[in-house]
């Protein structure tokens, strides 16, 4: 189904005129009777817009702009050359990794492989009046889009089941001798094979053609990793401090966040993470309850002071506990995953 029958459709289906739908995304109600005949077809953000607001998935409705405008460039061409152009769409779901020059590789029981490779699409949200960036999933895999211009890089990483591995501290570096790290990065799974989906963003040289992409990981289990114990540290307590090596890791407290309804255990630590801050495991509070901390972790830092933040959610404490503990791990190993001569895309 084109693009333009998969808008009137949806639209009808959802009861919405025009002149509403128009509204919903800042347009004109002429650039949707257009797009609908087919006469011109939208910018990729505002299609992102479109198929939020009326459910279409958001893959087929890429999909279906790519031909369409593909099929509007032929018609012009014929016209203008007065000739006959066919077309011939490629084999769906072609690995991309048969296409890359190392793209696979195994260390220590994980398998890496390099997916595909693109320049980022951009979108801009009206509801913050300012650009952003969204991590989106689609039929197609998981994908990020960007306001910058950035490269992507998608990974497959397949490990042994019941054995988890944790990653990060991606970067790439170009053939003239650029060095970028992620700006940032998203990941889905695992599925039935113990396959996880993996993308990060990077700015990259135009004038580059191929690059090195660098790629940590570790393994998470406790049993690879070593333990810095907090015992009985009080919920609500500030500034308690452990040191592992040279790293100072502080614990801040249990705090409830009423913008995204979550607790979270606040840490900070001295230095900008590495790869071997796993996070963290076993926690429970004075009364014995487990909490889970479901890996979600998100992170940010204070360049002046050289200060790291991570906020680890967790379940919502006992009203009558009054201390937690728990083991913040750091990896024995890395994993040094490295892919040379990777593809700038033109």
């Known amino acids: 189904m084109s693009s333009s029958q998969m808008v009137t459709e949806y639209r009808k289906r959802m009861k919405l005129t025009q002149e509403r739908l128009a509204d919903k995304i800042n347009v004109s109600r002429q650039t949707i009777a257009m797009w609908e005949t087919a006469k011109q077809f939208p910018s990729d953000h505002v299609a992102i817009l479109v198929s939020r607001v009326l459910g279409i998935n958001e893959g087929e409705l890429m999909d279906g702009l790519c031909w369409d405008r593909l099929h509007q460039r032929i018609d012009q061409l014929e016209k203008q050359y007065n000739a006959k152009i066919t077309i011939k769409r490629k084999k769906e779901k072609k690995e991309m990794a048969g296409l890359l020059p190392n793209a696979t590789q195994t260390i220590d029981d994980v398998t890496l492989t390099v997916t595909q490779i693109y320049k980022s699409i951009y979108w801009v949200d009206p509801t913050e009046n300012r650009s952003s960036g969204v991590i989106a999933s689609s039929r197609h895999g998981l994908r990020l889009y960007h306001t910058d211009?950035?490269?992507?890089?998608?990974?497959?990483?397949?490990?042994?089941?019941g054995v988890e591995f944790w990653g990060d501290r991606y970067y790439i570096e170009d053939n003239l001798g650029n060095q970028f790290t992620s700006h940032g990065s998203a990941g889905e799974g695992p599925d039935a094979e113990s396959a996880y989906q993996m993308a990060a963003s990077y700015s990259y040289s135009p004038e580059a053609t191929s690059f090195t992409l660098r790629y940590d990981t570790?393994?998470?289990?406790?049993?690879?990793c070593d333990a810095l114990l907090f015992a009985n540290v009080p919920i609500d307590g500030q500034g308690?401090?452990?040191?592992?090596?040279?790293?100072?890791?502080?614990?801040?407290?249990?705090?409830y966040d009423e913008r995204i309804d979550r607790y979270e255990i606040h840490l900070a630590h001295n230095i900008a993470r590495e790869v071997r801050h796993v996070g963290i495991a076993a926690i429970t509070d004075d009364?014995?309850?487990?909490?889970?901390?479901?890996?979600?972790t998100s992170?940010?830092?204070?360049?002046?002071?050289?200060?790291?933040?991570?906020?680890?959610?967790?379940?919502?404490?006992?009203?009558?506990?009054?201390?937690?503990?728990?083991?913040?791990l750091f990896a024995r190993t890395i994993l040094p995953f490295e892919f040379r001569d990777l593809p700038l895309p033109s």
């Open 149 to 161: 211009e950035r490269l992507i890089v998608h990974l497959l990483r397949q490990t042994l089941d």
């Open 218 to 224: 570790v393994k998470k289990n406790e049993a690879a």
């Open 240 to 255: 308690i401090t452990q040191t592992f090596n040279d790293d100072i890791i502080t614990y801040n407290g249990v705090h």
């Open 287 to 296: 009364l014995g309850n487990h909490h889970d901390s479901n890996g979600m």
């Open 299 to 328: 992170w940010g830092d204070d360049r002046d002071t050289g200060t790291f933040f991570e906020k680890v959610k967790v379940n919502q404490p006992d009203s009558n506990a009054t201390s937690i503990s728990f083991k913040y």
